[in-house]
């Protein structure tokens, strides 16, 4: 293996442990739990998020904390700018090859199976976030991106773009019967590219 080939092997391995939680300096896994605890406290709950952040940078668990607290405290603007940055931390863990090539069902029996699920997921949240911001252009080119990568739909992305479909073709709430039963039951098949 050329050692180019083995640095993004090992990347990609170490992004993939540390989306699961490895890799986590335990000073850091104190500043989210304590985080947690003064939930009540959203001021000193976000400095200590803030100081994990800036602890490892790098690291998705930190990421993922400061993105639910203010996806869960109704800062979805602010929820959208770290998803961003999770979307650039795992392009920078995947590599500059990643999504060539959509992601064929093998992925998912990958060591990189967590930071392409990662990637997915974030993409889908970000998609959602644009939504509910009103931002439907991004959000419909991040719908994109994701069915281009996960054709199979595996993160379940085509129910966003169903969603997104009802609100740019005007189906109101009065339909939302008859619209239910045209969801797919599951993949992209009658959603918009």
Do not use: C
């Not at 985080?35 to 009540?40: D, S, V």
């Not at 970000?126 to 009103?134: E, F, I, S, T, V």
């Amino acid at each position: 293996m050329e050692s180019g080939d083995r640095a993004l092997d090992d990347a990609m391995t170490a992004f993939a442990q540390s989306a699961i939680g490895g890799g986590l300096p335990s000073g850091v896994n104190a500043l989210i739990a304590e985080a947690g605890r003064l939930r009540e406290r959203p001021d000193e709950a976000l400095a200590l998020l803030q100081r994990a952040r800036a602890a490892a940078p790098r690291h998705p668990v930190p990421l993922i904390a400061l993105y639910r607290f203010y996806f869960y405290g109704h800062q979805l603007a602010q929820a959208r700018a770290i998803g961003e940055d999770a979307v650039a931390v795992a392009r920078t863990a995947l590599g500059s090859n990643f999504g060539d090539e959509p992601l064929a069902a093998a992925i998912v029996t990958t060591p990189y199976d967590a930071a392409a699920r990662f990637y997915l997921f974030t993409l889908k949240g970000l998609a959602y976030l644009n939504m509910r911001l009103g931002d439907f252009e991004e959000a419909r080119m991040l719908l994109r991106e994701l069915r281009r990568l996960d054709p199979e739909d595996r993160v379940g992305g085509a129910l966003l773009s169903q969603v997104l479909d009802r609100h740019e073709t005007g189906v109101g709430s009065d339909d939302a019967m008859d619209a239910l039963s045209e969801y797919p039951t599951r993949g992209w098949t009658g959603t918009q590219p």
